[in-house]
């Protein structure tokens, strides 16, 4: 069974920045599309964005210019980094990890708490 392990998460204010991380348990990481996804209460989980094996990033259009994806493979840890967060940036985040594209994800987080504050 893989492991993934968030951290990063915690207080911050309106404008501050994070950079969250995800490290996976096995080595066969760099084998995995590995993505952020973010769910508030009351909201549907939210996908944020994903990096591929070769370490291509996508991002979902309205986090782009603000969250960015990355990934070091040798330390089978993913980033997110996050710069000018507002409220509704409140959320848990999670990583997971799966194969292929179209894919079911194989493997969740348990997610880490992010919480902007004006």
């Known amino acids: 069974q893989v492991q993934l392990v968030e951290s990063g998460g915690g207080l911050v204010q309106t404008g501050g920045s994070l950079r969250l991380s995800c490290v996976s348990s096995?080595?066969?990481?760099?084998?995995?599309?590995m993505s952020w996804y973010r769910q508030s209460p009351g909201k549907q989980r939210e996908w944020i964005a994903s990096?591929?094996?070769?370490?291509?990033?996508t991002y979902l259009d309205s986090l782009k210019d603000r969250f960015s994806i990355s990934r070091d493979n040798p330390k089978n840890t993913i980033y997110l980094e996050m710069s000018n967060l507002q409220r509704e940036d409140t959320a848990v985040y999670c990583c997971?990890?799966?194969?292929?594209?179209?894919?079911?994800?194989?493997?969740w987080g348990q997610g880490t708490q992010v919480t902007v504050s004006s």
């Open positions: 990096v591929n094996a070769r370490g291509a990033p």
């Open positions: 997971c990890a799966k194969r292929k594209v179209g894919d079911r994800v194989d493997f």
């Open positions: 096995t080595d066969a990481f760099r084998l995995y599309i």
